[in-house]
């Protein structure tokens, strides 16, 4: 591998269900850091994908009704889908089902088994079938729990093939101390060695396929497969040319980073280190393990209920946000706490508060006092030259942060820099330049501030790819200098040019309300209004509800809005009046079952938009936990705008 080469790659993820925070987390950080090291000039190679065999998709398969290859192909999709919807930029997706990695894992079991490296005898255990595990009594400290997952296990005495994993236990544990950079942070390295102070077992590798007929057949034996393991640990390489294009695989092998949770280190750090060396392959660069997503204390459990759905929170507040909380709130390595009050109170002061009160002030100004014109930057004086130190500065940070694997670290110091970017504007006071006429020093003060801002997006692009881009083109960049960002052009000042359009733009950022996670109206100012009475709460006069006009209408038209997963949008006659209405039913009706039913609707609503779509009224409709059923009237051909009350 050559110096100048980056390789990152994720876990592959099960099959077996829709993925969530913590799959999001991981293909997140991994697309920043490819990003980043693209800005800085890199060449770079991004591998995410699937783990499609093994136990848990088959008993998944059999629960709903159809094949193993059924299961992964439905089941994949919504991986693909949301790493689109995040914006991924990954290099390539792998499925341990193509033929391309199938015939590499069968490739690398028929050369072990030759060399002497496999062999076959009987075995008797505790098998855990969610982690898809052997272990020893030895290992088994409760009862019958799993030591990994806690959960119950299986005691299976059977014949099967094993890997001469404890042939390598002294040679893994030299390497890992005297390569401190092979398993990080370093205390997982520690964890590593503590484990093989144990005598290391050789590792079960294969499983009769009279127990599970779902994997890749062993290719010296028939009635087995391969174990899922050993099968899905080999993607890191089958994906770049091992045994196919040796070309590609010496550019980027060995991998720079293997991103994990800390769930999977044992696997990582001792499976795949000592099938590489019986292979003759060098080792990764470096194993990095970070911290879990927890609820509170808790870790996040599909069981326990508590598991966060990207999508939801990618509905609720957009991609960009989503990912600048991820990346801003852990601390590699360490486990970070998600609440979604966190989530809004960060979003608000960073995003909505910080830099998108400076982008504001900046535009507004340029329009208003110089008809949108970017003005000429003047001498600076000590606070122009005191932001452009801490703007560059910033940038050198998120640099380094980078390399050093602390990208919230980075990230803190943009932030900082965009507050300086604030404490600016409050210091030179533009809006008393303006009021005084001095626009000499008013246009200096403007450029400064939009050149720090030209910096900051490009320091910020790659964990908000799609803000920026709005931010940079606000300021009048050309196409080609919104997202070909080079670390090199944000480490010089002054590449903005005097005279360049600024366009306005209706807020970056808006804000919400933590309590009811809404976006705030702007300018919207508490109303001091006392409590009704306890007896009278919620109550309302007849003169009041006949204010809401309910009538009958009929859905002409429907059709899901873009981007956008529980939104239907739907075209509606009322009376011989079309009217548009935006409504949150697609998870409960696709567009085909509703068009022509005669509905309940809000008719004198003031119009709104929702995600940049007009709506013009409200349907009614009745909810129950999970359930919803629109409002309809009995007998299909009742006439449409007939009042209803």
Same mark, same amino acid.
């Given at each position: 591998?050559?110096?100048?080469?980056?390789?990152?790659?994720?876990?592959?993820?099960?099959?077996?269900?829709?993925?969530?925070?913590?799959?999001?987390?991981?293909?997140?950080?991994?697309?920043?850091?490819?990003?980043?090291?693209?800005?800085?000039?890199?060449?770079?190679?991004?591998?995410?994908?699937?783990?499609?065999?093994?136990?848990?998709?088959?008993?998944?398969?059999?629960?709903?009704?159809?094949?193993?290859?059924?299961?992964?192909?439905?089941?994949?999709?919504?991986?693909?889908?949301?790493?689109?919807?995040?914006?991924?930029?990954?290099?390539?997706?792998?499925?341990?089902?193509?033929?391309?990695?199938?015939?590499?894992?069968?490739?690398?079991?028929?050369?072990?088994?030759?060399?002497?490296?496999?062999?076959?005898? &009987?075995? @008797?255990?505790?098998?855990?079938? *969610?982690?898809?595990?052997?272990?020893?009594? #030895? +290992? =088994?400290?409760?009862?019958?729990?799993?030591?990994?997952?806690?959960?119950?296990?299986?005691?299976?005495?059977?014949?099967?093939?094993?890997?001469?994993?404890?042939?390598?236990?002294?040679?893994?544990?030299?390497?890992?101390?005297?390569?401190?950079?092979?398993?990080?942070?370093?205390?997982?390295?520690?964890?590593?060695?503590?484990?093989?102070?144990?005598?290391?077992?050789?590792?079960?590798?294969?499983?009769?396929?009279?127990?599970?007929?779902?994997?890749?057949?062993?290719?010296?034996?028939?009635?087995?497969?391969?174990?899922?393991?050993?099968?899905?640990?080999?993607?890191?390489?089958?994906?770049?040319?091992?045994?196919?294009? &040796?070309? @590609?695989?010496?550019?980027?092998? *060995?991998?720079?980073?293997?991103?994990?949770? #800390? +769930? =999977?280190?044992?696997?990582?750090?001792?499976?795949?280190?000592?099938?590489?060396?019986?292979?003759?392959?060098?080792?990764?660069?470096?194993?990095?393990?970070?911290?879990?997503?927890?609820?509170?204390?808790?870790?996040?459990?599909?069981?326990?209920?508590?598991?966060?759905?990207?999508?939801?929170?990618?509905?609720?507040?957009?991609?960009?946000?989503?990912?600048?909380?991820?990346?801003?709130?852990?601390?590699?390595?360490?486990?970070?706490?998600?609440?979604?009050?966190?989530?809004?109170?960060?979003?608000?002061?960073?995003?909505?508060?910080?830099?998108?009160?400076?982008?504001?002030?900046?535009?507004?100004?340029?329009?208003?006092?110089?008809?949108?014109?970017?003005?000429?930057?003047?001498?600076?004086?000590?606070?122009?030259?005191?932001?452009?130190?801490?703007?560059?500065?910033?940038?050198?940070?998120?640099?380094?942060?980078?390399?050093?694997?602390?990208?919230?670290?980075?990230?803190?110091?943009?932030?900082?820099?965009?507050?300086?970017?604030?404490?600016?504007?409050?210091?030179?006071?533009?809006?008393?330049?303006?009021?005084?006429?001095?626009?000499?020093?008013?246009?200096?003060?403007?450029?400064?501030?939009?050149?720090?801002?030209?910096?900051?997006?490009?320091?910020?692009?790659?964990?908000?790819?799609?803000?920026?881009?709005?931010?940079?083109?606000?300021?009048?960049?050309?196409?080609?200098?919104?997202?070909?960002?080079?670390?090199?052009?944000?480490?010089?000042?002054?590449?903005?040019?005097?005279?360049?359009?600024?366009?306005?733009?209706?807020?970056?950022?808006?804000?919400?309300?933590?309590?009811?996670?809404?976006?705030?109206?702007?300018?919207?100012?508490?109303?001091?209004?006392?409590?009704?009475?306890?007896?009278?709460?919620?109550?309302?006069?007849?003169?009041?509800?006949?204010?809401?006009?309910?009538?009958?209408?009929?859905?002409?038209?429907?059709?899901?809005?873009?981007?956008?997963?529980?939104?239907?949008?739907?075209?509606?006659?009322?009376?011989?009046?079309?009217?548009?209405?935006?409504?949150?039913?697609?998870?409960?009706?696709?567009?085909?079952?509703?068009?022509?039913?005669?509905?309940?609707?809000?008719?004198?609503?003031?119009?709104?938009?929702?995600?940049?779509?007009?709506?013009?009224?409200?349907?009614?409709?009745?909810?129950?936990?999970?359930?919803?059923?629109?409002?309809?009237?009995?007998?299909?051909?009742?006439?449409?705008?007939?009042?209803?009350?």
């Amino acid at each position: 591998m050559s110096e100048n080469t980056f390789y990152v790659t994720t876990p592959i993820y099960y099959v077996n269900d829709k993925p969530h925070i913590g799959h999001a987390y991981t293909t997140i950080l991994a697309d920043v850091l490819s990003r980043y090291h693209r800005e800085l000039g890199v060449p770079t190679f991004f591998l995410t994908g699937t783990d499609e065999h093994g136990q848990k998709v088959q008993k998944a398969a059999t629960e709903h009704k159809m094949s193993p290859q059924e299961q992964c192909d439905t089941t994949v999709l919504r991986f693909q889908e949301l790493w689109k919807k995040l914006g991924m930029t990954n290099d390539d997706f792998i499925r341990t089902t193509e033929e391309r990695h199938k015939k590499i894992v069968r490739k690398i079991l028929q050369d072990l088994y030759d060399k002497g490296e496999i062999y076959k005898s &009987e075995y @008797k255990g505790r098998y855990c079938v *969610p982690c898809e595990r052997f272990f020893t009594d #030895k +290992d =088994i400290a409760d009862g019958n729990l799993c030591p990994e997952c806690s959960r119950e296990t299986q005691e299976i005495v059977e014949s099967n093939y094993f890997f001469r994993m404890s042939k390598y236990q002294d040679w893994l544990i030299d390497y890992i101390k005297t390569h401190p950079d092979f398993i990080q942070p370093s205390f997982r390295a520690n964890e590593t060695l503590g484990f093989l102070q144990k005598p290391l077992g050789d590792l079960c590798i294969s499983r009769p396929k009279s127990r599970l007929a779902w994997g890749i057949e062993l290719p010296f034996d028939s009635d087995y497969v391969c174990y899922v393991w050993f099968d899905a640990l080999i993607n890191y390489i089958s994906a770049i040319g091992y045994g196919s294009d &040796e070309a @590609k695989f010496k550019k980027w092998w *060995p991998v720079n980073y293997h991103l994990i949770g #800390k +769930d =999977i280190l044992t696997t990582h750090s001792v499976y795949w280190p000592t099938m590489l060396k019986a292979m003759g392959v060098e080792p990764p660069k470096t194993i990095f393990a970070h911290g879990w997503w927890l609820i509170g204390q808790d870790k996040m459990s599909k069981s326990v209920g508590n598991v966060v759905n990207p999508m939801d929170m990618i509905e609720k507040y957009g991609i960009d946000a989503f990912r600048y909380f991820l990346m801003a709130e852990m601390s590699l390595g360490q486990d970070a706490s998600f609440s979604e009050e966190a989530f809004v109170s960060k979003y608000n002061s960073d995003l909505a508060n910080d830099l998108g009160n400076l982008l504001s002030r900046v535009v507004k100004m340029v329009i208003k006092q110089f008809n949108g014109k970017l003005p000429p930057c003047g001498e600076l004086s000590e606070n122009e030259n005191e932001l452009k130190e801490t703007v560059l500065n910033a940038v050198s940070q998120m640099e380094n942060s980078i390399k050093n694997m602390k990208l919230n670290q980075g990230l803190d110091a943009v932030m900082n820099a965009v507050r300086a970017g604030n404490r600016y504007m409050e210091k030179t006071a533009p809006w008393t330049l303006a009021k005084n006429g001095n626009l000499e020093k008013l246009g200096t003060v403007l450029y400064t501030s939009a050149e720090a801002l030209r910096i900051i997006s490009g320091a910020l692009f790659a964990v908000m790819p799609s803000k920026m881009s709005e931010l940079r083109k606000t300021l009048g960049l050309k196409k080609d200098e919104i997202e070909n960002i080079s670390f090199a052009a944000l480490q010089k000042w002054g590449a903005l040019s005097a005279g360049t359009e600024i366009t306005d733009i209706d807020g970056l950022f808006m804000r919400f309300k933590a309590e009811e996670a809404v976006p705030e109206k702007k300018n919207e100012k508490p109303k001091d209004k006392a409590p009704a009475p306890a007896s009278e709460t919620g109550i309302v006069t007849i003169d009041e509800f006949f204010k809401t006009q309910l009538k009958t209408a009929k859905i002409l038209e429907a059709e899901k809005v873009d981007g956008a997963d529980k939104l239907l949008k739907l075209q509606i006659d009322i009376g011989g009046e079309k009217r548009q209405l935006v409504a949150g039913i697609a998870q409960f009706y696709q567009p085909s079952d509703i068009i022509g039913k005669t509905i309940v609707v809000v008719s004198n609503l003031k119009p709104a938009k929702i995600r940049g779509i007009e709506s013009q009224g409200m349907l009614l409709a009745a909810k129950d936990g999970k359930s919803l059923k629109l409002i309809t009237v009995d007998g299909g051909d009742f006439p449409s705008g007939s009042s209803v009350g």
